[in-house]
Nanobody, 129 residues
Framework: QLQLVESGGGLVQPGGSLRLSCVAS????????????VGWFRQAPGTEREGVAC????????FQVDSVEGRFTVSRDNVNNTVYLQMNNLDPEDTAVYYC??????????????????WGQGTQVTVSS
């Protein structure tokens, strides 16, 4: 199991941008983040945690849900064991705690919370004028 730490959240005005980082420390088994599919999830108060973007292991294919398509981009830096979520043109409805999660059992990522065995502690993103 990996230890994941998110950073980069904060307060931003509508239309602004933020880049979130998800850094992994190697588990006792020695696997690095590049061997894992990584998902970005968010949870607003009173709502279920939902997947918004994810990146496969191996082929680095990326996926976004419709509500963030064209605005959010996920990428990874294998040298630094980091996955990023670039968020542009932010809207107040994007306000939430954002989490990254990693799964090693399959190289394919998904927007479902099940199957992810490692989670970060979350970082708050607030979009407000």
């Amino acid at each position: 199991q990996l230890q994941l730490v998110e950073s980069g959240g904060g307060l931003v005005q509508p239309g602004g941008s933020l880049r979130l980082s998800c850094v992994a420390s190697e588990s006792a088994s020695g696997y690095s983040l590049y061997r894992h599919a990584v998902g970005w999830f968010r949870q607003a108060p009173g709502t279920e945690r939902e997947g918004v973007a994810c990146i496969n292991a191996v082929d680095d294919r990326t996926f976004q849900v419709d509500s963030v398509e064209g605005r959010f981009t996920v990428s990874r830096d294998n040298v630094n064991n980091t996955v990023y979520l670039q968020m542009n043109n932010l809207d107040p409805e994007d306000t939430a705690v954002y989490y990254c999660a990693a799964r090693g059992a399959s190289y394919r990522c998904s927007f479902s919370r099940s199957g992810y065995e490692s989670w970060g502690q979350g970082t708050q993103v607030t979009v407000s004028s």
